[in-house]
């Protein structure tokens, strides 16, 4: 029997929803597929991300600043305590589009 992916990425109406881990095994998939997406408007929905480590965090800020260059956002949407917490003691809640 083979195990579950560690991290479920699926293309929703407005952008991703992520469910499982975001660590240093999962961060390039989550990268491409946010790479893939050409909306200008991209949102990730964390409430299903049980773990984020600073492999994920570097994905979601480089996401960040990528779309931004290009006059486009990406928002992390409904982020689990988990992310929360992540984001709050790595001082960066301010700095990317975070909505409850």
């Known amino acids: 029997m083979t195990a579950a992916a560690p991290l479920d990425i699926t293309i ?3 952008g991703l929803a ?7 095994h999962t ?6 597929a946010i790479g893939a997406s050409d909306r200008d408007h991209l ?3 964390m ?3 049980e773990f984020l480590d600073s492999s994920g965090l570097r994905v979601l800020i480089e996401a960040h600043q990528s779309a931004d260059a290009d006059s486009r956002t990406v928002q992390l949407a409904n982020p689990s305590s988990a992310v ?4 709050e003691i ?4 301010g700095y990317l589009d975070v909505a409850e």
Not at 19 to 24: H, S, T
Not at 90 to 93: D, F, P
């Open 12 to 14: 929703t109406d407005e």
């Open 18 to 24: 992520l469910v499982g881990e975001i660590d240093a």
């Open 27 to 32: 961060a390039p998939a989550l990268a491409e």
């Open 43 to 45: 949102v990730l929905d």
């Open 47 to 49: 409430a299903g991300v």
């Open 84 to 87: 929360n917490r992540l984001l």
């Open 90 to 93: 790595s001082g960066i809640i």
